[in-house]
């Protein structure tokens, strides 16, 4: 055997062991994947629990409130119109400004008296234009300067027998608006000012007929401005208008604010904060913990005592900003989802928050 035939062996055996060793590494890699895939398959999963808070139903006081706009308006008040159709000549007094009855306010220059010297003082102006001509005859001098002479004394005429018509105040107030500037063309019976009697400031509004019982005289409530938004006042309803409405089936009010030394004025918005309905010990949750599922149904989450979450169909009665009353569905002392009811399902088992951890494995 030569040298090179015996190196040759010595290599070929070198490289059989080398791949018998790689085999062996490999069968043992996929050995240990299989079975440590296994001990995955076995091994349970860890389900985290939903966190939910609780509150345990209670009977309580529950009142029902409507919310209503209502605008500040004068009781006494008046419309000053004008009498005839022309053009203010003169107006003197204008916004929060005190008028007095029997005052004048304004003064209106009729149509037919602007009209009439209008067309006399054109007259004139063209007669006087006439006169200037060049090369005009003695007699027609005359003739021109007789009729400027006679339309003068029409125009004088028109002046004196054609007056213009003053407006009177009809009461003592504020002029709270100001409905035409001086100058304005103006019509008959068009508003030219409003004044009001600020001590007979009241807050006007209406309600569907429907709490018309609701709506009494004397009843007190608490009324925000929107002008002071930091201040809850108390009103008392003054009158109740007796009538309906037929076009908008409401009822009309006023509301007197007591012992308020806010400045009120005239379209200042107010918003009502009206009771309805009171029910006395009625059982109520948390308006939130209330949800509606596809069929328009309401309902609740119920913990019991294994910590299992079920779905409970109930019956809303009246509700309060934040409560809402359960005529049926719920009894007193059960405990309902208040918080995370929103990712839960029927039967499933919840984490409560606030119980303490367990210390065991």
Request: a positive charge; proline letters at 5%; charged letters at 25%.
């Amino acid at each position: 055997m030569t040298i090179n035939h015996f190196n040759y062996l010595k290599m070929k055996k070198f490289e059989n062991l080398k791949i018998r060793t790689l085999i062996f590494i490999a069968s043992v890699f996929v050995i240990t994947s299989c079975n440590n895939k296994k001990e995955t398959v076995n091994q349970p999963a860890v389900t985290k629990l939903p966190l939910v808070r609780i509150q345990p139903v209670v009977k309580t006081r529950l009142v029902s409130y409507l919310d209503v706009t209502g605008t500040v308006q004068a009781n006494i008040f008046s419309d000053i119109k004008s009498p005839a159709d022309g053009i203010i000549e003169k107006l003197y007094v204008r916004e929060n400004q005190f008028a007095e009855k029997d005052r004048l306010v304004a003064v209106i220059n009729p149509n037919e008296r602007v009209s009439l010297i209008a067309n006399n003082q054109l007259q004139i102006q063209n007669l006087e234009k006439k006169l200037k001509t060049p090369g005009i005859s003695a007699e027609e001098y005359n003739s021109l300067t007789a009729e400027l002479e006679n339309a003068k004394n029409n125009l004088d005429y028109a002046r004196k027998m054609y007056q213009t018509i003053p407006v009177i105040c009809p009461m003592n107030g504020m002029v709270t608006h100001r409905w035409l500037d001086e100058g304005s063309q103006v019509s008959a019976k068009e508003k030219i000012i409003t004044v009001s009697d600020m001590n007979s400031l009241v807050i006007k509004a209406e309600v569907n007929e429907k709490f018309f019982s609701s709506i009494k005289q004397g009843k007190k409530i608490p009324v925000l401005l929107d002008a002071f938004p930091n201040d809850t006042l108390t009103g008392i309803i003054s009158l109740v208008y007796p009538e309906i409405s037929a076009d908008t089936r409401t009822v009309k009010f006023d509301i007197k604010l007591t012992n308020s030394t806010k400045k009120l004025l005239p379209g200042m918005m107010a918003q009502l904060h009206i009771p309805v309905d009171v029910h006395e010990q009625t059982i109520a949750v948390p308006s939130d913990a209330v949800l509606t599922n596809p069929a328009n149904e309401k309902f609740v989450f119920i913990v019991n005592k294994d910590s299992v979450a079920f779905r409970r169909i109930v019956t809303p009665g009246i509700s309060s900003k934040t409560q809402t009353e359960i005529i049926k569905g719920l009894k007193e002392n059960e405990k309902v989802v208040v918080m995370g009811q929103e990712m839960l399902k029927d039967s499933i088992k919840v984490k409560i928050a606030g119980t303490p951890k367990s210390n065991s494995k």
